[in-house]
């Protein structure tokens, strides 16, 4: 059975950093994505990795704040989240696809397996 597990969310202020993690089991994905759906809004994409190779995307509104990483040996990929903001705010996914092409995707339909969430709430 495959699954990803998400953690790291929390309470913090506007300014402060966190980590999120996701562990996944059962199997490796071709490409991880980190996606974020606020209470009203569509879920939306955040950033997305090549497992084999590490690059990274990411969406404009937090290029050069957040940072996709991967750890192939525990199969996990991170989220560093730095200078955050209330905008921020939000349920925090993780994603994993089978894509063998070279764009791991930017769409939710383009992940077929997705974590349980967890929130990341900014205050101001």
């Known amino acids: 059975q495959v699954q990803l597990v998400e953690s790291g969310g929390g309470l913090v202020q506007a300014g402060a950093s966190l980590r999120l993690s996701c562990a996944v089991f059962?199997?490796?994905?071709?490409?991880m994505g980190w996606f974020r759906q606020a209470p009203g809004k569509e879920r939306e994409f955040v950033a997305a990795?090549?497992?084999?190779?590490?690059?990274?995307y990411y969406a404009d509104s937090v290029k050069g704040r957040f940072t996709m990483s991967r750890d192939k040996l525990k199969n996990t990929a991170y989220l560093q989240m730095n200078s955050l903001l209330p905008e921020d705010t939000a349920n925090y996914y993780c994603a994993g696809n089978t894509r063998t092409t070279y764009y791991p995707g930017r769409s939710p339909e383009e992940f077929g397996y997705w974590g349980q969430g967890t929130q990341v709430t900014v205050s101001s």
């Open positions: 059962g199997r490796t994905f071709s490409n």
């Open positions: 990795i090549v497992w084999s190779g590490g690059r990274t």
